[in-house]
């Protein structure tokens, strides 16, 4: 083959070898752009050889699947059209890559493939946004021009050099030794300083394994990938796992919380608001520099906000599930459908009315359905909104305006006077990475600082935080004039959970780098509530314990959160994403990957409830 190669080399022309690279051209485009999103979200230290080391084989591998597959069908199927296929589909699941990547932090993934419609799509337009679809654009009509280009025979010896170094490279798995000696020599720390720093260094290199990955084989491995509910456990004792809930001071299992002595509240309405952190809110982060939600931000509403209160799963369908569940493991849920113990469900049984009033299409990733089973009886969205002219100036992007949809309170409270009702509040205003400017519609908002122009892209999305913290200032003042705001109505502010580290937090100092950030939860009611601990350590699995705490109610033996009113709570938060969970107590800081074996893990992924 060599001697061929030599040949082949010796009569081509310089023509005839560009025409041979030439498809390159756009995978090369392509795959610069990927790692400069890359390298924008995670400031890599460009000075790394370890770095370098999995950039270099990256590529060598990505430019194999790429240049090899659309060269193999060529010669199979000796159809240009076939190789122009394979390929754009190639550069398309990359830039999806890339696009995912700036504005989530993560690769594609299957739950995004259910998630793809225009509302999924219309909010993140941007300029960066724009930018990658010009690029695939742009790399569709080079690759089509090169293919067109294609010669026969002679591109295979090349082609098979190539193929040769990738393997090499793949099987003496340079980067991972690399990896594994530059991890070993810092293992032997002398202090809690180097033991931090070989922490910080073990994530640095998660990160690059990550990021390694080929585009297409991880799209074709997420989408081949089945899911298996049935790995999830059912049980309806915590028997079996007392060792374990005892080592990690967990709170399932039957407890017994002091009576609150509290009259029942009739009317409860969770304002569930989108991607809301705490660390948006100026009297929470002194970085912002000026007030951008005074009624929050108010010492009457800072006094009740709990301010150590953290997410513990993300988007807003996981947070949500989690939240009402007070199980840290969606899939668990999701997938088994084990909706039983859920708060609606339980509050419904209770003789509550279940309503979830939304922004949003109910059809968006088949939320119509899980809302259903999660226990709401009726669900109020976009669609609804849709039906009645007098809305049209108020549906665009993701749906309605904020404004609207409290406002369809007011006449959902007054149908239900008498009744005993729980209503979930979802708007979309704020949803990342800019939110949405309202004043055109509504000309009362106040004034935002022109001095936080200074701060640059979060300028926007802090103007969306303000108007939202306005509307819920206004809603709450048309319920008290209403006579819907009595000792027996309990509101709740909080968040589906925190705004992600995108491309526009990234800027904003004071801002978390991770996802699992601290969200706002603060109780207003005339009713006298018993006085709170609001710097305790906790997260959104002490969420439905809470409410039933309130209302008197038995907590469920499989909930894995505290009454946040109970002098016992257990100070921890547990977080879970991209597979890895995070767990945190006064003492220590874990992650633990989801695919361990450990009596923890099969824990996590057990479901423990009581109803039938």
């Not at 709170?251 to 809301?276: D, H, M, Q, V, W």
């Not at 809305?391 to 309170?409: A, K």
Request: aromatic share 12%; net charge positive.
């Amino acid at each position: 083959m060599v001697s061929r190669l030599k040949r082949w080399l010796k009569k081509s022309s310089h023509i005839d070898i560009i025409n041979v690279m030439m498809p390159l051209i756009p995978f090369l485009i392509v795959e610069i752009l990927f790692l400069s999103v890359v390298q924008y979200k995670h400031e890599f230290h460009l000075n790394a050889p370890v770095l370098w080391e999995a950039l270099f084989e990256k590529i060598l591998f990505d430019a194999v699947v790429f240049w090899g597959g659309t060269m193999a069908l060529f010669f199979v199927t000796r159809s240009r059209i076939v190789a122009f296929l394979y390929a754009s589909f190639y550069l398309l699941v990359t830039l999806t890559d890339s696009a995912i990547y700036l504005f989530g932090n993560t690769l594609l993934q299957r739950h995004h493939l259910n998630l793809i419609s225009w509302y999924s799509i219309g909010g993140f337009l941007s300029f960066g946004l724009v930018a990658i679809i010009a690029v695939l654009f742009l790399s569709f009509f080079l690759t089509w021009k090169t293919v067109k280009k294609m010669a026969s025979e002679p591109l295979i010896y090349p082609l098979l050099v190539l193929i040769s170094l990738a393997l090499i490279v793949q099987l003496t798995q340079v980067n991972e030794l690399m990896i594994k000696r530059s991890e070993r020599h810092s293992k032997h720390f002398k202090d809690e300083s180097d033991k931090h720093q070989h922490y910080l260094l073990r994530c640095h290199n998660d990160q690059i394994r990550y990021v390694r990955q080929n585009s297409l084989v991880h799209f074709i491995q997420e989408v081949a990938q089945k899911e298996r509910p049935e790995k999830y456990k059912v049980m309806r004792t915590t028997k079996p796992f007392e060792k374990t809930i005892k080592k990690w001071n967990l709170a399932l299992g039957t407890r017994e919380y002091a009576p609150l002595n509290l009259k029942k509240f009739k009317r409860i309405i969770l304002f569930a608001n989108e991607s809301l952190s705490l660390d948006l809110l100026a009297g929470h982060n002194p970085h912002i520099g000026a007030e951008n939600a005074a009624f929050l931000d108010a010492p009457q509403q800072k006094s009740r906000t709990f301010d150590n209160y953290h997410t513990t799963s993300a988007p807003t369908l996981h947070g949500l599930t989690v939240a009402l569940n007070s199980h840290p493991n969606y899939h668990a849920i999701l997938n088994g459908k084990h909706f039983a113990d859920s708060l609606p469900n339980i509050l419904q049984k209770q003789g509550f009315t279940t309503v979830f009033l939304r922004g949003a299409s109910k059809f968006y990733a088949k939320e119509n359905i899980i809302f259903k089973n999660l226990g709401y009886q009726k669900i109020i969205a976009r669609e609804f909104f849709e039906k009645q002219k007098i809305y049209d100036d108020f549906i665009f992007e993701w749906g309605v305006s904020d404004r609207i949809v409290f406002n369809q309170l007011i006449p959902l409270l007054k149908e239900h006077k008498d009744d005993s009702i729980f209503v979930t509040v979802l708007g979309i205003n704020t949803h990342p990475p800019n939110g949405r400017y309202e004043s055109e519609r509504f000309s009362d908002y106040p004034p935002f600082p022109e001095k936080l122009k200074k701060l640059g892209k979060p300028y926007y999305f802090l103007r969306a935080i303000q108007q939202l913290d306005y509307d819920l200032q206004r809603i709450l003042e048309r319920m008290e004039a209403e006579g819907l705001y009595d000792e027996e109505t309990l509101v709740i502010i909080t968040a589906d959970h925190a705004c992600p580290y995108n491309s526009v937090t990234r800027h904003l100092k004071g801002f978390p780098k991770h996802n699992i950030g601290r969200i706002p939860l603060l109780f207003l009611t005339p009713a006298k509530l018993p006085p709170i601990r609001r710097h305790i350590l906790s997260s959104q699995l002490d969420f439905a314990p809470t409410i039933l705490h309130l209302l008197g109610e038995k907590i469920p033996q499989g909930y894995w959160g505290d009454s946040l009113f109970s002098q016992r709570k257990r100070e921890q938060k547990i977080g879970f994403e991209r597979k890895i969970i995070f767990y945190t107590d006064n003492k220590t800081e874990k992650r633990l990957h989801h695919r361990g074996k450990s009596d923890f893990m099969k824990l996590f992924d057990t479901v423990i409830y009581d109803s039938k």
